[in-house]
Each structure stands twice: as C-alpha cells, then as structure tokens.
C-alpha cells in the first residue's frame, strides 16, 4: 500500500514500542519516517527495518532547543511535515505517593507532557504554513480514569496530553490541522518493566501489542483531511481489570 507515498511522518519515541510499530507501519504505507529518541542504536535498528524510507535524528524530547532543531531540520530536507506520532514517553517504579520523589516527579511531568507540548509546539507553525497535517499522541487509559496503577504523576501527565490534543483542534481545525489522541490500555511494550510488580509473559501475550496500536496509528494517519478522530481507545480483549473484577464477583 502507497496511501502516504510523498508524506512525512516525524515519530518520536522511535526506538522501541509502539513507536517502533507506527513508524514500520508509516513506512509500509510509502510515508518518510523520521526516526527521534535518545539512543542512536535503537534508532538505527528500526531504521534497518524500514530501509530507504526511514531518516534517524536522535534527541531529547524534553528539551526544546533539540526539539525545534529537530523539526527545523525535517522542513529544510523535506519541505514539510505532514504526520506527527507525538509517542515519547516514561514511567518510574517508585511512583506511588509514599515512593513519590522529586526527581521522579520531574521525569515523568517532563518526559510524558512537556515532551508533548514541545513537540506540537515545534510543528505547528510548518503545519501551518503548508495547509494542514495530522498529529497523533499515544496518551493512556491513564488519560481518561484514574486509578493507583499508574501512578499520579503519570495520570496527570496523560491526561494534560488528552487535553492538550482536543485544544489542537479548537485551535486549528480552521488550518486543516487535525490532532488525535490515542488511549491504549495494558500494551505489551518495553515500559512493562517498569512495572513495580513484574507482569507475567503469559499475560502479556494476551495484551495488545506494538504493532497493533501502530496498526491504529496508521489508519488515523491515513484518515481524509476532512476527518478528525478526535480521542479512541484500544485495549485487549483479556481486560485484566475487568477479569479481577469478575474473579471477585464484583
């Protein structure tokens, strides 16, 4: 499939996980990956994945000089930026109140949010100015509910990115600009070890996986221009909330 040949897609978080998955399936669909995280050689072995398609600039998407150097840099190549997977994010083990410390709170604030907002913040002036584009943020179930799971830091981080991603479009909608926010549930991806409690192998075959939620990254990317999808969720089937619950009789 060519659907996004001569599109290019900006995905950060690229190294691993449902970053990896989406620009892999950005690519198959004939979209330019540009590949962004912080360490060059996982950038480079899913660059080898992609083959010709795919473009590496590491950074650190908590710093802004690096993150406009970045999305400056797309536009002199490229001449635009058409698809944003805006997916960098962090988690902590220590992240219940009475573990809570400064330090972590700053790295998770910072890693899941104001990473976000740098990111938009980067782009949207070359959106703009090019007639339209589509951002797509990976947020959480921890976006919408709130539950001691994830931890507080890591709940209002993701949800600041849900909100942030609907202000896009109050915003924008007028400049064809179109920001979706994706919401998975349990997703077997590399952030499970920073689990304080490890998760089973066995369970997590039966949670989605990476490339399942690139899959739906790729359909809202390749979405007509006069269609926004604005928020969606995607969890597995073996909901392992739900299965507790039902195993309590509650």
Same mark, same amino acid.
């Given at each position: 499939?060519?659907?996004?040949?001569?599109?290019?897609?900006?995905?950060?978080?690229?190294?691993?996980?449902?970053?990896?998955?989406?620009?892999?399936?950005?690519?198959?669909?004939?979209?330019?990956?540009?590949?962004?995280?912080?360490?060059?050689?996982?950038?480079?072995?899913?660059?080898?994945?992609? !083959?010709?398609?795919?473009?590496?600039?590491?950074?650190?998407?908590?710093?802004?000089?690096?993150?406009?150097?970045?999305?400056?840099?797309?536009?002199?190549?490229?001449?635009?930026?058409?698809?944003?997977?805006?997916?960098?994010?962090?988690?902590?083990?220590?992240?219940?109140?009475?573990?809570?410390?400064?330090?972590?709170?700053?790295?998770?604030?910072?890693?899941? $949010?104001?990473?976000?907002? $740098?990111?938009?913040?980067?782009? $949207?002036?070359?959106?703009?100015?090019?007639?339209?584009?589509?951002?797509?943020?990976?947020?959480?179930?921890?976006?919408?509910?709130?539950?001691?799971?994830?931890?507080?830091?890591?709940?209002?981080?993701?949800?600041?990115?849900?909100?942030?991603?609907?202000?896009?479009?109050?915003?924008?909608?007028?400049?064809?600009?179109?920001?979706?926010?994706?919401?998975?549930?349990?997703?077997?991806?590399?952030?499970?070890?920073?689990?304080?409690?490890?998760?089973?192998?066995?369970?997590?075959?039966?949670?989605?996986?990476?490339?399942?939620?690139?899959?739906?990254?790729?359909?809202?990317?390749? $979405?007509?221009?006069?269609?926004?999808?604005?928020?969606?969720?995607?969890?597995?089937?073996?909901?392992? !909330?739900?299965?507790?619950?039902?195993?309590?009789?509650?």
């Amino acid at each position: 499939m060519t659907r996004l040949a001569g599109q290019v897609a900006w995905v950060t978080g690229a190294g691993s996980g449902i970053g990896e998955a989406a620009a892999v399936a950005l690519a198959a669909d004939g979209a330019v990956v540009v590949l962004t995280g912080r360490t060059v050689a996982k950038l480079a072995a899913v660059a080898a994945r992609i !083959g010709d398609l795919a473009r590496v600039r590491a950074g650190d998407m908590t710093v802004a000089a690096e993150v406009a150097a970045i999305a400056d840099g797309i536009v002199a190549e490229f001449g635009r930026i058409d698809i944003v997977v805006n997916n960098a994010g962090v988690n902590i083990p220590d992240r219940d109140w009475t573990r809570l410390r400064p330090e972590g709170i700053a790295d998770v604030i910072q890693g899941n $949010l104001t990473s976000a907002f $740098l990111v938009v913040q980067a782009v $949207l002036p070359a959106m703009r100015a090019q007639g339209g584009g589509v951002l797509i943020h990976t947020a959480s179930m921890a976006g919408r509910f709130i539950s001691a799971l994830s931890g507080p830091a890591y709940t209002a981080a993701k949800h600041g990115v849900v909100a942030m991603s609907h202000t896009i479009n109050m915003a924008d909608c007028m400049n064809n600009i179109r920001s979706s926010v994706v919401l998975p549930g349990e997703v077997a991806t590399p952030i499970m070890e920073k689990r304080p409690v490890p998760v089973s192998a066995a369970d997590q075959a039966r949670m989605a996986q990476s490339e399942d939620v690139g899959d739906l990254i790729r359909y809202i990317a390749c $979405l007509p221009a006069h269609v926004c999808l604005n928020e969606v969720m995607i969890t597995p089937t073996w909901n392992r !909330g739900y299965v507790a619950a039902l195993q309590r009789g509650g």
